[in-house]
């Protein structure tokens, strides 16, 4: 009797627990942050928890800007680093096909679908040339990424994105009197997270 007891509570909990694994789907993280930097800047990042598969990536950081001149047949190349906010929504599609094939997600590594809307306000510029401004701008920006993690805390990213780009104060830069535009995303980044 006590083995019929004992070999019915096992099957119970054995049965309890392949239905628990069974109904548990890969998850984005609740909260991750870290640094990352690109050909062209560094960001500080943030991505927060919406659901499962969507995490709101929240972003500050210095996007730079080389640019070439020439003076007195001399060429120089310059630089301008400008502030930059952005927040994206990301959609990480393929967490569950990751995992189920024993791959890592950690750090919400995976391809995902993203929604880049970053301005960049006239606030201040750093670069070596003087009386530079950029103006105030807006850049919305529908994308396809990966994002992978390389050992513990550091990750990578790359993908493309073509979308919308707005001048508010087109002051400084004309395009045929035309404030609107079209903006390419080469994203390539490498980053850590703490």
Same mark, same amino acid.
Do not use: C
């Given at each position: 009797?006590?083995?019929?007891?004992?070999?019915?509570?096992?099957? +119970? /909990?054995?049965?309890?627990?392949?239905?628990?694994?069974?109904?548990?789907?890969?998850?984005?993280?609740?909260?991750?942050?870290?640094?990352?930097? /690109?050909?062209?800047?560094?960001?500080?990042?943030?991505?927060? =928890?919406?659901?499962?598969?969507?995490? +709101?990536?929240?972003?500050?950081?210095?996007?730079?800007?080389?640019?070439?001149?020439?003076?007195?047949?001399?060429?120089?190349?310059?630089?301008?680093?400008?502030?930059?906010?952005?927040?994206?929504?990301?959609?990480?599609?393929?967490?569950?096909? *990751?995992?189920?094939?024993? =791959?890592?997600?950690?750090?919400?590594?995976?391809?995902?679908?993203?929604? =880049?809307?970053?301005?960049?306000?006239? +606030?201040?510029?750093?670069?070596?040339?003087?009386?530079?401004?950029?103006?105030?701008?807006?850049?919305?920006?529908?994308?396809?990424?990966?994002?992978?993690?390389?050992?513990?805390?550091?990750?990578?990213?790359?993908?493309?994105?073509?979308?919308?780009?707005?001048?508010?104060?087109?002051?400084?830069?004309?395009?045929?009197?035309?404030?609107?535009?079209?903006?390419?995303?080469?994203?390539? *980044?490498?980053?850590?997270?703490?």
């Amino acid at each position: 009797m006590k083995i019929h007891l004992l070999l019915l509570v096992f099957s +119970l /909990g054995t049965i309890a627990a392949t239905a628990q694994n069974k109904s548990q789907h890969a998850s984005v993280e609740q909260s991750i942050s870290g640094v990352q930097t /690109g050909i062209l800047g560094i960001w500080f990042h943030n991505e927060a =928890k919406l659901s499962n598969s969507i995490a +709101l990536r929240s972003e500050i950081g210095l996007d730079a800007g080389i640019f070439g001149r020439s003076i007195k047949n001399d060429f120089n190349v310059d630089y301008v680093f400008a502030p930059v906010l952005t927040v994206e929504p990301r959609w990480y599609y393929n967490l569950d096909k *990751r995992l189920s094939k024993g =791959k890592s997600i950690k750090n919400n590594s995976g391809n995902f679908i993203g929604l =880049k809307i970053s301005f960049n306000p006239d +606030l201040f510029v750093i670069s070596n040339v003087d009386y530079v401004s950029v103006p105030n701008q807006l850049f919305i920006i529908p994308k396809w990424a990966i994002k992978r993690v390389i050992g513990k805390h550091f990750t990578y990213e790359a993908g493309i994105g073509l979308g919308y780009h707005h001048i508010f104060d087109n002051q400084y830069f004309r395009v045929e009197n035309d404030d609107e535009t079209i903006a390419l995303d080469l994203h390539l *980044r490498i980053g850590y997270t703490f």
